[in-house]
């Protein structure tokens, strides 16, 4: 050990403190001069720990599902019941699911319509809902011979029902979802039958809102909101919600995905030969990730 | 220090050990600690429990301990709980020196002061330190985020400080004791 005199271990005790401040303070503009830094940082520990987070989470979740077993036995009958009556209206319903089907399949035939390109997907099981205290995203896990990771960042994922949110951040076996609910996200959507142009702004609340809708044109409670092609973050016509009106009468997306239990995702990667679809490159990381980090 | 050879033990390797592992006790049960709250155990406002968790700890070690917590490893927490927590890089690092620097400059006063006291202390820099957090959050990200959690975090603070504290100073007594190795 080297032996310094006490004077000079006095200085150096008490400069301790301002130096590190001083080294924070450049932590935080390095920070905001280039977010990939704490975007690879936080990549990196998430892919460490994402095995951690599944360890914890699967018997959390195996014991939420066991005392769904108990609760389901005493309901049994009830229960029954009631999916019994769902079926029945889902047979129906079925029926006019087919009759359009073959009724569009006739009618794509006569338009002699060309398909878009079903896009490359990967499932990822949500490993953890990491989000901040400003902050609305999970984690997933993907496969880990997944090539290149980059190639997921600006991967649009859904669960089984709807939109949930844009892949942020992703690393070798785990990517980060930034959530449809997040105060960064914006989501351009299209209202109604007739795909009336707004913007889904997230609030950190349970429900977006929408803004900049077409003026004069206020959208309709219950109408069905659909992502748009609008800029080319997001593909055309995936579900993302209703129009609500909360008790401000103000616009809201109440969201078909369960983003409060999210279990598994599907994440699309959007080809980029795509016209006018994806000018955001999914290749290159630099630009796409400063472009979709939640601070700009 | 003054006591002669007689009485101490002699400074052989597993003292030294013992020692090192007593002064980086309070370091590592708070990154530990950092890393178990991460972990999804579906909470409510989970996310608002880790810098309260750090502050907490932070706190304590200042005021009872500052030579087991240098100001590099309050750093290296605060770039941790940035990373884990999805806030701006290095905000909390700022953030949890100057916790540790305004506990260390009321030391004098708090240090032979009742527990209540101690306690409104911590709430009262805990809710500055959030306050702080929310502004800075909200100029470099150019908008006014809610101010719902700067609440929560106040209210954990209040809420969890006696728990922690009483954690906190068992350890202070037994595993993080420096001069019983």
Known sequence: MIRLSVPFRQALSRLTLPVMLIFSLGCVLIGRADQNIANRLRAALDDILAPAYMLVSGPIRAAEHGTGEIGHLFELSAENAQLRAQNAELLQWQEVAMALQAQNDALKAELHYVPAPTPEFFTGQVVADSGGIYARSVLALVPPANGDPHSLIGAVAMDGRGLAGRVVDAGSRSARVLLITDINSRVPVAIGAAGAPALMAGVNGPDPSLLYWVPGQPPAEGAMVLTSAEGGAFPPGLPVGVVHYNAQNQPMVLPLADLGALRVLRLFSYPDNLPALTPIPHMRPDTAAVRHRRKR | ?181
Request: aromatic content about 12%; overall charge positive.
């Open chain 2, 1 to 181: 220090m003054a006591s002669g050879p007689v009485l101490r033990r002699p400074l052989n390797a597993w003292r030294q050990l013992d020692a090192a592992s007593r002064w980086f006790f309070p370091c590592a049960t708070l990154i530990f600690g950092l890393f178990v709250l991460g972990m999804p155990f579906g909470i409510a406002g989970q996310a608002a429990l880790r810098p309260v968790y750090a502050m907490g700890c932070i706190y304590f070690w200042s005021l009872y301990r500052p030579a087991s917590l240098p100001a590099p490893l309050v750093v290296l927490c605060g770039l941790l709980l940035d990373v884990m927590g999805l806030s701006s890089f290095g905000v909390w690092a700022v953030l949890l020196l100057g916790l540790q620097w305004t506990t260390l400059a009321l030391r004098r006063q708090l240090v032979p002061a009742g527990f209540l006291l101690v306690w409104a202390a911590f709430i009262a820099l805990a809710s500055l330190s959030a306050c702080l957090s929310w502004a800075a959050e909200s100029a470099l990200n150019l908008m006014l985020l809610p101010l719902g959690p700067v609440l929560m975090q106040a209210l954990l603070a209040a809420g969890l400080y006696p728990g922690l504290a009483a954690l906190l100073i068992r350890a202070h007594r037994g595993p993080a004791a420096v001069e019983l190795a």
